[in-house]
């Protein structure tokens, strides 16, 4: 069993619709990103949690430490949104455990 | 000029070919790191460098090397290259522990 693991793998949905990705862990952390790739390949860094909730403008990650879970939330998704959504945990001084992504397509 | 540049971008070599992949970063951090990423798989930590005079292992390091030459750059090689090194490398940095990550472009490499 993978020690992150995200679902769902693969997420279809139209303009406007509210977008929700999960990401459970198995192990201790010290922090959790959600990470952005885009089609051409770049990753780019979401957010960083620890606790609690963070927003960045249509973006929402939460994070409940006891129950060992985390979620990406994107409101009025937009075709622009298309992309691989991927958490990772800190699990060690240097070490970040990847899980296997979500690929979400936004339909105009 | 982007924070994190790879080079190259793109890459076809041949089985057996010694092939350097190279990072630059000017964002300042003293953490550098070389990942890999198949289809399927999460990314997957190749070696890191907390700095120059550090260098360590990942999970995945056998058949590569690293190099780092200044606080700004690190290099990963490939001594001989073989199909199933066939990936996308990613370099990242972080300030310290605590902090997030800055990724590179990624250098989409096609071993034959």
């Known amino acids: 069993k993978n020690e992150v693991e995200q679902s769902p793998q693969n997420l279809t949905a139209q303009e406007g619709e509210f977008i929700t990705i999960n990401c459970s862990y198995s192990v201790g952390i010290s922090a959790l990103h959600w990470l952005q790739q885009h089609p051409g390949g770049g990753i780019v860094s979401l957010f960083m949690l620890s606790s609690g909730k963070k927003k960045h403008g249509r973006l929402i990650a939460t994070i409940n430490i006891q129950e060992k879970h985390s979620s990406l939330h994107i409101t009025a998704s937009h075709p622009r949104d298309s992309a691989v959504y991927i958490c990772?945990?800190?699990?060690?001084?240097?070490?970040?455990?990847f899980g296997q992504g979500t690929r979400l397509t936004i339909n105009p | 000029d982007a924070d994190v540049t790879q080079t190259p971008r793109n890459r076809i070599t041949k089985t057996g070919k010694r092939i350097m992949l190279e990072c630059s970063q000017t964002?300042?951090?003293?953490?550098m790191y070389w990942y890999r990423q198949d289809p399927g798989l999460g990314l997957r930590l190749i070696y890191y460098?907390?700095?120059?005079?550090?260098?360590n292992k990942g999970e995945i390091s056998d058949g590569y090397s690293v190099s780092r030459q200044a606080q700004a750059k690190f290099s990963l090689s490939l001594e001989s290259a073989i199909p199933n090194q066939t990936a996308l490398y990613f370099c990242?940095?972080?300030?310290?522990?605590?902090?997030?990550?800055?990724f590179g472009s990624g250098t989409r490499l096609t071993v034959v």
């Open positions: 964002k300042g951090h003293d953490r």
């Open positions: 990772a945990v800190r699990a060690g001084a240097q070490k970040l455990v």
């Open positions: 460098s907390f700095d120059v005079k550090d260098i």
């Open positions: 990242a940095t972080s300030e310290g522990q605590g902090d997030g990550y800055t």
